[in-house]
Each structure stands twice: as C-alpha cells, then as structure tokens.
C-alpha cells in the first residue's frame, strides 16, 4: 500500500495483519453492524493476522454501558472473537477509549501538537458554520459535516499546559496537503483540503479527545 503527502510517495512496510472492530455503544448492533464485524472477523482469520476489539464511547452523552456490553454478547453470540479487547487479559482499559482518557495518553498528543504548533483554540460552533451554509462562500459537506473554512481559523496563542473548556482544531496546510491513498480493493483515492477536508476538531470543548484524535 502506498500513502502520498505532498511530493512523497511512502510505501508502507510490509507487516503482519491486524485488524480491528470498534463498536461505538450509543445502540443495540443491528444487521448491518453484525455483517462488517463479520466480515473484519473472517478477513483477520483468513490472513493469519489477528483481530483487536476498541470501545468507542467517548460520546458522553449517548454512549451507555449496557450497550457497550450487548455489544460483547451479541458479536459472541454470531461467532466473532477478537484475540485483544476490553473483555480480555489485565489491560482492558487500552481498549476502552473512555478509560485512555483517564491514562493521559491523549492529553501528551495533544501537548506535541501544541508544542509543533499543529493545532490551536478554536471559538467557532457548529451552529456558525451552520450560519455560512446560505453564504455563495460556505464549504460544501463531507459526511455530513461542514468543512472548516481556513479563514475562520484564529491565530490566538494560549498558554496553557491542557485543553481547557474550548475547542482545538488541527491546522491544516492548505498549500501542500493533497492526500493520495492507495486502497488495495478500491484503488487510488486522492483528497484535496478546502475542497474534501478542513481544520478538524483534535479536542472537544467537553473536556474529551475527538474522535480523529483518539482513533489514530
């Protein structure tokens, strides 16, 4: 597989594969959730690779435990295991995103990225972007969401060791940030920022991670 950023063209090193199920508990698992952790299930068996189970509930508001443990039963039930997760061995809480954030892993990301210089506070709501959407100017969506226009971005420097009570969003380089990726069943994929992507949250005025910054 290949991954391009800017002039770079990276082929990623051959390693052994490892897959993974991330439910996010706001529901019961319907059919179409059964069908995807299936199909994850018998792609890790059929590599030889093994299959790693995250909880994704850091969704405070929506995310409830009886869900997150329906989910467990029900993928048991249909036959799916997974060989790393939340119900196996001491260290169940890496699997569990809601308990990383109480590990501090998150909170030293978002430090290095401060410290480069990557991501700054952000006072901008949805409901303002909402407010663009009549405006000839306003980005279009992308999966439902608006994309961040680079000219709402705040050049503010806070000083401050953590987040805080405020939004922080990744600064994009809108010059030089064309992606390439080379999906091996899908073929090239190419995103342009602007156009496909904007500043995206990296941490929630909630007080919690976002999800593009907890998943990586």
């Not at 052994?16 to 996010?24: E, H, K, M, S, V």
């Not at 706001?26 to 179409?32: P, Q, R």
């Not at 590599?47 to 997150?68: F, I, N, T």
Request: with cysteine.
């Amino acid at each position: 597989m290949y991954f391009t950023i800017g002039n770079d063209r990276l082929k990623l090193p051959s390693v052994p594969y490892r897959g993974r199920i991330a439910p996010t508990p706001t529901g019961y698992l319907h059919l179409g959730h059964a069908r995807t952790f299936w199909i994850a299930h018998q792609r890790a068996r059929s590599m030889g690779g093994e299959l790693v189970y995250r909880c994704e509930d850091l969704d405070r508001q929506r995310c409830q435990p009886e869900y997150a443990e329906a989910a467990i039963e029900d993928l048991r039930w249909i036959g799916v295991d997974w060989d790393q997760g939340p119900d196996l061995g001491p260290d169940r809480s890496i699997w569990i995103q809601s308990e990383r954030h109480r590990m501090d892993c998150y909170l030293e990301a978002w430090r290095y990225l401060k410290d480069l210089g990557l991501i700054y506070p952000c006072e901008v709501s949805r409901k303002d972007l909402a407010a663009r959407k009549s405006d000839r100017h306003a980005p279009e969506r992308l999966g439902g969401e608006l994309i961040f226009p680079e000219e709402l971005r705040s050049d503010a420097e806070r000083e401050c060791s953590a987040p805080g009570e405020r939004n922080w969003r990744f600064r994009v380089d809108y010059a030089s940030s064309i992606l390439e990726a080379e999906d091996q069943r899908l073929g090239l994929h190419v995103f342009e920022p602007g156009g496909d992507y904007g500043d995206f949250l990296v941490w929630r005025r909630d007080g919690y991670p976002s999800y593009e910054l907890a998943v990586v």
